[in-house]
């Protein structure tokens, strides 16, 4: 099976000219927290069955590390829908 790569999508695209299942915005850092940690979880999978070790661990980091800002973020009382930062 002969397949060509795509082009990364560019870092800096504006989130309405990107492809994907991403979330309407505007998030809250809860919300935004909530969707990355199940985002990772579910490529971290993907890349285990496909035996991309080091992407699997990385994401496993990211999931890690969201789900931390999760538990943080439901402490504070982050409130849905506000698209505070910092």
Same mark, same amino acid.
């Given at each position: 099976?002969?397949?060509?790569?795509?082009? =990364?999508?560019?870092?800096?695209? !504006?989130?309405?000219?990107? %492809? &994907?299942?991403?979330? +309407?915005? =505007?998030?809250?850092?809860?919300? !935004?927290?909530?969707?990355? %940690? &199940?985002?990772?979880? +579910?490529?971290?999978?993907?890349?285990?069955?496909?035996?991309?070790?080091?992407?699997?661990?990385?994401? +496993?980091?990211?999931?890690?590390?969201?789900?931390?800002?999760?538990?943080?973020?439901?402490?504070?009382?982050?409130?849905?829908?506000?698209?505070?930062?910092?």
């Amino acid at each position: 099976m002969n397949q060509k790569a795509r082009e =990364p999508v560019p870092f800096d695209t !504006a989130p309405e000219e990107r %492809e &994907g299942d991403v979330p +309407e915005q =505007p998030l809250s850092p809860l919300e !935004a927290a909530s969707f990355i %940690e &199940g985002m990772a979880a +579910e490529l971290r999978l993907m890349a285990k069955a496909t035996q991309l070790n080091a992407l699997a661990y990385f994401l +496993e980091m990211v999931r890690v590390e969201a789900s931390g800002e999760v538990v943080r973020l439901s402490r504070t009382g982050s409130k849905p829908g506000s698209a505070g930062r910092g």
